[in-house]
């Protein structure tokens, strides 16, 4: 077993799942209690790896090259609660899982999300949209635990894989800080697109054109200098910005950035959700300003 050490740059997708066993040489399938979750990545070997990482000690127990087409991720159709099944073309192997979210709502999304890039490992994930099937199910007769079902509202559709970067977090930290006077007071089905919309940001560019000049840094470099707000406008209006928002707001929603929002100056579990990250920009920016208010 490894510790967890895999750079943003090579996930490509993450969820909370749980492992499930054989119970000896029947065909039941027990739950393991043990918090965990999926993690499909391009390795430094420039394959894809499916792994399975241990949420409570953070260090990674399963790690599986995956070849196109040679595996898939199904739901066993027998199961009475939320159990998949990785399995093989290739072998008769098989790893079992149990979804953790506490939700359901978006176990279809990963699913064919899984299986996209189990075929094709440059897939480009798909997110609130219809699933009319995920696949043929396997079968098996299983035990698994009931999750508390919650309501919940998946993002839209992204065209890149989420690749932020502490630097590109850190700005968006600073623009949501400076909309903290009504709109960072989240709800709790809030998206990140439903905030970081042109709209929105043009009146805060204009009224805080100080900005403009943090955020260069972290875009493209072919870029008119010095930044025109024209510029940034083509760049708020473009499809690869609301990709990337998008996709900023899934990995929020999958719970497992805590420790990279650390680097925001903000509390682990600021990562958990988007209503968590978006509530500890508020917090941030209050004590900011109560802090200038006493040197003042």
């Known amino acids: 077993m490894t510790s967890l050490t895999i750079p943003n740059s090579e996930i490509l997708l993450a969820f909370k799942a749980g492992r499930a066993f054989r119970r000896g040489d029947t065909n039941t399938v027990e739950p393991s209690r043990t918090k965990g979750a999926i993690y499909l990545t391009n390795g430094e070997d420039g394959l894809l790896h ?41 072998s008769n192997q098989r790893h079992f ?61 992204g065209a890149s894989n989420f690749q932020a970067t502490p630097e590109q977090l850190a700005t968006l930290s600073q623009m949501l800080s400076s909309m903290s006077g009504g709109r960072a007071a989240a709800e709790p089905d809030v998206s990140l697109t439903d905030i970081l ?7 805060l560019f204009n009224s805080h054109p100080e900005l403009i000049p943090a955020l260069f840094p972290h875009l493209p470099p072919d870029l008119p200098v010095p930044p025109s707000a024209d510029a940034l406008q083509r760049i708020i209006h473009s499809p690869q910005f609301r990709a990337a928002v998008s996709n900023f707001d899934q990995a929020l929603r999958t719970g497992l950035l805590g420790g ?10 600021a990562g958990t959700s988007v209503t968590a990250f978006l509530r500890a920009i508020q917090e941030q920016a209050d004590r900011e300003r109560s802090n200038s208010m006493d040197t003042d």
């Open 50 to 90: 499916f792994m399975w990482v241990n949420r409570e000690s953070n260090t990674v127990e399963e790690d599986l090259i995956l070849f196109p087409f040679d595996a898939s991720f199904v739901k066993v159709s027998q199961s009475p609660g939320r159990v998949y099944v990785l399995k093989f073309s290739s």
């Open 97 to 157: 899982f149990w979804m953790q979210d506490a939700s359901s709502a978006r176990d279809d999304e990963f699913t064919e999300n899984v299986n996209g890039l189990l075929r094709d490992p440059e897939y480009d994930l798909r997110w609130n949209v219809p699933i009319t099937s995920t696949g043929p199910e396997a079968s098996t007769s299983t035990a698994a635990p009931q999750t508390a079902s919650t309501s919940s509202t998946a993002p839209p559709t």
């Open 197 to 203: 919309t042109p709209a929105n940001l043009t009146p």
């Open 260 to 269: 990279l929002v650390r680097t925001l100056g903000l509390p682990e579990e």
